[in-house]
């Protein structure tokens, strides 16, 4: 694993892969997350960060001969350096028509399935996503899905941060949770209630992405999409599921 402090940590490049001199000189490159355990996340106890996502996308930089640095930070600051530093990448995202022309994308990393949760003691049933429609549901600042939500006419409250849902749902300030179930059942663990809470109806699966600085070069992004489609299809991804307990 990556630490925060371990900034520009030499990989390894055993793996025999032959790179264009450009792509080898190029700058270094800046990976951003955002703290979403399971798949991006720093470990309270080691500051390392952690994830399955962060596997994958390490695994891909090393095939890659790419020596980058790994920090956190919030969704807005890392959109916006992502936006605004050359050679920095943000990973675990949505690729949204609003967000495809600002940046270079890498993707598919994976899939999420994406619930609403509600409080288990809730008798109410949805047979459909669309009768949440009257009720609150809880999102979070800049997420793309409450974003795109509200714009459909649901009632979408906004938290700073995520982890604020559970406890707002629990306390019936909220009715439903719009979250990635693997998310939000981390989070609910971590603060004690993942046997309060159950899920009331699936959303959609969601494809989560790398998206980096529109200026990175072409030859760079080609060769991510390419490792990236490598490791979905030589075992190694399933791999990497197994190692953190997903799969």
């Not at 703290?35 to 080691?46: G, L, N, R, V």
């Not at 109410?124 to 009720?135: F, G, I, S």
């Amino acid at each position: 694993m990556f630490k925060v402090r371990a900034i520009q940590q030499s990989l390894v490049t055993s793996l025999g892969f032959f790179l264009i001199p450009a792509l080898a000189q190029a700058e270094s490159i800046k990976l951003v997350i955002q703290e979403f355990a399971p798949f991006t996340y720093t470990d309270p106890k080691t500051a390392e960060i952690k994830g399955f996502l962060v596997d994958k996308v390490i695994e891909i930089m090393k095939r890659a001969g790419e020596t980058p640095s790994v920090t956190s930070t919030s969704l807005a600051r890392g959109l916006n350096a992502t936006m605004n530093e050359e050679n920095t990448c943000l990973f675990g995202f949505r690729r949204t028509p609003e967000r495809e022309s600002f940046y270079k994308w890498v993707g598919p990393l994976t899939t999420d399935n994406w619930v609403l949760y509600t409080r288990k003691d809730d008798t109410r049933v949805l047979k459909h996503v669309e009768d949440a429609k009257p009720y609150a549901i809880g999102s979070y600042r800049n997420a793309a899905t409450g974003v795109q939500l509200t714009e459909q006419g649901y009632h979408i409250v906004f938290a700073g941060e995520d982890e604020e849902n559970p406890r707002l749902l629990i306390n019936k300030r909220i009715d439903y949770w719009i979250v990635s179930e693997l998310h939000g059942m981390y989070i609910a663990a971590q603060q004690g209630f993942a046997k309060d809470i159950v899920p009331a109806i699936k959303y959609k699966n969601i494809e989560l992405n790398m998206l980096c600085n529109v200026h990175m070069d072409k030859q760079r992004i080609e060769l991510f999409n390419k490792i990236n489609k490598n490791i979905d299809n030589d075992g190694t991804m399933d791999k990497i599921l197994r190692k953190n307990g997903i799969k």
